[in-house]
Structures are given as structure tokens and as C-alpha cells.
């Protein structure tokens, strides 16, 4: 059975840190993009940011950058998104995911939620 849990995430104050762990089972990360996406509430998904099988990264909200890191480690089959300088915008629920928002002709198409983890609520409080 195909499965991304997610876990790390938790109440954290402004400027503080979290690491949050996406643990896959049941297939090999290796051979596919993994990525992270958040939605707060009342908010569509925003896709934060991917780590293609080269280990290269991609980042698509400007907020986060500079502040969180997409990170694997295929010897875990595990995805890693480490978030710094945290602040109250960015509580949300966060999933990871199979596969990455693909740009074709100018639409963005984004990995379908069933391809999502349970997610993991980070918190930041002011």
C-alpha cells in the first residue's frame, strides 16, 4: 500500500523552527519528484516547493523562500521540509506529495490531493 506520513509539525512561536518528516511506504522515493504543499484554512493549496530525483530544488511561493528547505533522503525513503524564521502567515496544514506542479503551455497542473499525505498541522503563534 502506497502511503506518505507526514509528522513533525506542532505549535511554534515567531522566528522559531520545524522540521517536518514525510516518511513514504510502499514505493521508492528515488525514482519520483516529491514535493510540499500547504492549505490553510479557508485557503486553496499552495505549493511550496520540490525535490526532483537529482536532488535539485524548486521553490514556487516567494514567501518561503530564503526561510524553508525541500530536502530527500533515498536511503530513508524520505522527504524533509525544514522551516526557519517561521512566522504567524505560515500556520497551515502541510501534506507532502507525489510528483510536482508541471508548467504545460503556460497551465500549471499540480499532483491530484490523493496523491497527498494525511498532513501535519504547524502552528505559529505572534
Known amino acids: 500500500e502506497v502511503q506518505l506520513v507526514e509528522s513533525g509539525g506542532g505549535e511554534v512561536q515567531a522566528g522559531g523552527s520545524l522540521r517536518l518528516t514525510c516518511a513514504a511506504s510502499?514505493?521508492?522515493?528515488?525514482?519520483?519528484?516529491m514535493s510540499w504543499v500547504r492549505q490553510a484554512p479557508g485557503k486553496g493549496p499552495e505549493w511550496i516547493g520540490t525535490t526532483d530525483i537529482s536532488e535539485n530544488t524548486k521553490y514556487y511561493l516567494d514567501s518561503v523562500k530564503g526561510r524553508f528547505t525541500v530536502s530527500r533522503d533515498n536511503a530513508k525513503n524520505a522527504v524533509y521540509l525544514q522551516m526557519d524564521d517561521l512566522k504567524p502567515e505560515d500556520t497551515a496544514l502541510y501534506y507532502c506529495s507525489k510528483g510536482a506542479p508541471q508548467n504545460v503551455s503556460g497551465s500549471i497542473y499540480s499532483p491530484h490531493r490523493s496523491y497527498w499525505g494525511q498532513g501535519t498541522q504547524v502552528t505559529v503563534s505572534s
Open positions: 510502499g514505493f521508492t522515493i528515488s525514482t519520483i519528484d
